[in-house]
């Protein structure tokens, strides 16, 4: 019986609070090979993905990186037939469509989660399970102060998901407030999203459903430490290589 062949992994973001995590767990597994590791802040490290990828052959691509490049680098390894997990924040809508078709056209996967831990994952499966019983919801995105984008990728892909069960009852609707319309938040996906950014935040989201006479409350916490994202990234890894196109959510990997 042959010995089966170790997933070649490349990391971008690999000095990054995720990313050193996520590329040590990569190098203490049999079955994962880290072949190379993308950081700009590390001259021993390559400087861009492309770069990186037309260098040293990757099976998987895991980019833990920067709202600004995270696209660039998913689409670079994409179309040279590179599979992708992709723990970065700051992708719309838009850009997930462009992901699914560079990643079909390739004919190789992608896996997508705002959030990689699996208490994340279940809040995502909690939440749609509420959405089917309750009309009315927002979410709260709470993270650190010198956060970039809101809202973060948690909370756009919650509501993106509560999308597709259907959209919140608005008693008013946005474009009907009196006063500051900005004050009801953005609307994501049909529901308001309310980012704050303040200091001891990591990352925190919650969903309030509200029905008459009684709430329901759904939060996930993150905790300083980036250990709850690595098992999830190395499942998302061990598994991208057997899609096409785009799977979003880490939860469509549990059973």
Known sequence: MSERVPIRVCVAGSTGWTGLAVAAAVEAAGD???????????????????????????????DFTHASVVKENVLAALERGVAVVVGSSGLSAGDYADVDAAARANGVGAIAAGNFSLTAALLLRFAVQAARHLEAWEVIDYASATK????????????????????????????????????????????????????????????????????????????????????????????????????????????
């Open 148 to 255: 970039p984008d809101a809202p973060s990728g948690t909370a756009r892909e919650l509501a993106e998901r509560l999308e597709e069960v259907r959209r919140p009852a608005l008693a008013v609707p946005v474009d009907k407030v009196l006063g500051a319309p900005d004050a009801r938040g953005a609307t994501v996906g049909g529901t308001q999203v309310h980012s704050l950014r303040l200091p001891s935040f990591t990352v925190s989201t919650e969903v309030l459903f509200a029905a008459e006479g009684e709430r329901l409350s759904i939060r996930h916490d993150a905790g300083e430490s980036a250990a709850p994202y690595v098992s999830g990234t190395l499942l998302a890894i061990r598994e991208v290589g057997g899609r096409v196109g785009l799977t979003r959510g880490l939860d469509a990997l549990l059973g």
């Open 32 to 62: 994962l090979d880290l072949v190379s590791g993308v950081s700009r802040s590390d001259p021993a490290s390559f400087s861009s993905v492309a770069e990186a990828l037309d260098a040293v052959p990757a099976d998987v691509l895991v």
